[in-house]
Structure formats: structure tokens, C-alpha cells
């Protein structure tokens, strides 16, 4: 089975801090995304990633910024959390390619900004 | 980026009843997609679709890769009250090369005794 693992479930942080979320994949897929979800407004992306040191802006990109140094491990950085970035944050993997693009996701992590 | 239009927004069964939900798009896609969200969870991959008219089951659960390429179907036969959850469909567009795909808005199923 393929396994996305985010280091954190709940997450509270201060106005202004940097925070890392950290995400690890098993199966050695190529691709890798950041997503968060707010009620109403489904899925939306922040950055993928599709090989080492290589990121591409999502659809929300505008506050975060991205780390891939290993295939298997894939940050989202706050550069300075703000309110609005409070929301329920998505890891997601994928072959990609002709291997198949079904993205396979973490357990989530709920960040709360104060 | 682009939302695949999914219906129904919510919809609310008694246990025993079939559910169907779909999800439109006007662009073609290569694959087709069903997750299953649970409260606090990350969505769970239900079924893939790969190929136009292509008709898959997963136990109670049922999706059609629309002959169009632009539509897919879920139906969940006999519901129970573990299906209440939401469900999420997603495609891959025939146009990206990078392997985005696009998500639906999720369709909540709550299911009563």
C-alpha cells in the first residue's frame, strides 16, 4: 500500500511565525502536491512538485514556499503565517507519467494561525 | 484552476438506499477518479478510471468513465451508515503533462438509520 505520511495532525501557530509542514512518501513516485481545503471551496493547489529540486506554482501559491531535496520528502513552508493561511493542509503523491496519475493523500494536518 | 462541476452538493439517505453522484467538466480527460473523505481525514482513492465507456466496482461502489471523456459516475448500492463520509471526484486532463488533476467540490452523504 502506498503510504503519505505528514508529520503533523494539528498544528497551531503564532501570527508571523515560519512553519514547516512535512510530508513523506513511500513508493517512490515522481510527483508530488501540496493542497489546502476550506469549507467551500474544495481542493485547492499550492505547488507540486514533479522530481527533485524542481516545483512548479499551483493555482494559490502567493505565501508559501516549497522544499523537495529527496523524492520522498516534500515541504510547505509559511513564511510568515498569517490568519488566512488557517485551514486544513493536503499531501499528495503520484507516479505520474505513464505510471498513472492517481494521487494517493496524507492524513491532513489542521493548521490554526493566533 | 479549472473545478469539475460534481452533483449533488449533499445528499442526505436512508440505510439501504442506492446513491449516485456525478461530476462534468467541458474538458476531455484520461482518467477518471473517486475519493472518499472522512472528517479530519485525508480522501482515500475509491476507484480509477482509465478508458471512455470503462464501468469498475469496488464492492457496494460503482463509476463510469462517461463515453464523452467528459463526465464519471458514482453509484453506491445498499447504503450503510459507514458510507457517510464525502465524496470527491477527480480527472486528469487529457492537455496537462504534468499530472495535476482537477477536483470536484465533494458531494456529503449522510446516511440515517
Same mark, same amino acid.
Request: charged share 20%; hydrophobic share 35%.
Given at each position: 500500500?502506498?503510504?503519505?505520511?505528514?508529520?503533523?495532525?494539528?498544528?497551531?501557530?503564532?501570527?508571523?511565525?515560519?512553519?514547516?509542514?512535512?510530508?513523506?512518501?513511500?513508493?517512490?513516485?515522481?510527483?508530488?502536491?501540496?493542497?489546502?481545503?476550506?469549507? #467551500?471551496? #474544495?481542493?485547492?493547489?499550492?505547488?507540486?512538485?514533479?522530481?527533485?529540486?524542481?516545483?512548479?506554482? #499551483?493555482?494559490?501559491?502567493?505565501?508559501?514556499?516549497?522544499?523537495?531535496?529527496?523524492?520522498?520528502?516534500?515541504?510547505?513552508?509559511?513564511?510568515?503565517?498569517?490568519?488566512?493561511?488557517?485551514?486544513?493542509?493536503?499531501?499528495?503523491?503520484?507516479? #505520474?507519467?505513464?505510471?498513472?496519475?492517481?494521487?494517493?493523500?496524507?492524513?491532513?494536518?489542521?493548521?490554526?494561525?493566533? | 484552476?479549472?473545478?469539475?462541476?460534481?452533483?449533488?452538493?449533499?445528499?442526505?439517505?436512508?440505510?439501504?438506499?442506492?446513491?449516485?453522484?456525478?461530476?462534468?467538466?467541458?474538458?476531455?480527460?484520461?482518467?477518471?477518479?473517486?475519493?472518499?473523505?472522512?472528517?479530519?481525514?485525508?480522501?482515500?482513492?475509491?476507484?480509477?478510471?482509465?478508458?471512455?465507456?470503462?464501468?469498475?466496482?469496488?464492492?457496494?461502489?460503482?463509476?463510469?468513465?462517461?463515453?464523452?471523456?467528459?463526465?464519471?459516475?458514482?453509484?453506491?448500492?445498499?447504503?450503510?451508515?459507514?458510507?457517510?463520509?464525502?465524496?470527491?471526484?477527480?480527472?486528469?486532463?487529457?492537455?496537462?503533462?504534468?499530472?495535476?488533476?482537477?477536483?470536484?467540490?465533494?458531494?456529503?452523504?449522510?446516511?440515517?438509520?
Amino acid at each position: 500500500d502506498v503510504k503519505v505520511t505528514q508529520s503533523s495532525r494539528y498544528l497551531v501557530k503564532r501570527t508571523g511565525e515560519k512553519v514547516f509542514l512535512e510530508c513523506v512518501q513511500d513508493m517512490d513516485h515522481e510527483n508530488m502536491f501540496w493542497y489546502r481545503q476550506d469549507p #467551500g471551496l #474544495g481542493l485547492r493547489l499550492i505547488y507540486f512538485s514533479y522530481d527533485v529540486k524542481m516545483k512548479e506554482k #499551483g493555482d494559490i501559491p502567493e505565501g508559501y514556499s516549497v522544499s523537495r531535496e529527496k523524492k520522498e520528502r516534500f515541504s510547505l513552508i509559511l513564511e510568515s503565517a498569517s490568519t488566512n493561511q488557517t485551514s486544513m493542509y493536503l499531501c499528495a503523491s503520484s507516479r #505520474g507519467g505513464t505510471g498513472g496519475n492517481e494521487a494517493f493523500f496524507g492524513q491532513g494536518t489542521r493548521l490554526t494561525v493566533v | 484552476g479549472q473545478q469539475l462541476n460534481q452533483s449533488p452538493q449533499s445528499m442526505f439517505i436512508q440505510e439501504g438506499e442506492d446513491v449516485s453522484m456525478n461530476c462534468t467538466s467541458s474538458s476531455i480527460f484520461n482518467t477518471w477518479l473517486w475519493y472518499k473523505q472522512e472528517p479530519g481525514e485525508g480522501p482515500v482513492l475509491l476507484i480509477a478510471l482509465y478508458k471512455a465507456g470503462e464501468l469498475t466496482s469496488n464492492g457496494r461502489l460503482t463509476a463510469q468513465f462517461g463515453i464523452t471523456r467528459k463526465d464519471s459516475f458514482l453509484n453506491i448500492s445498499a447504503s450503510i451508515p459507514s458510507d457517510v463520509g464525502i465524496y470527491f471526484c477527480a480527472g486528469h486532463m487529457t492537455t496537462d503533462s504534468w499530472g495535476k488533476l482537477q477536483f470536484g467540490a465533494g458531494t456529503q452523504v449522510v446516511v440515517t438509520p
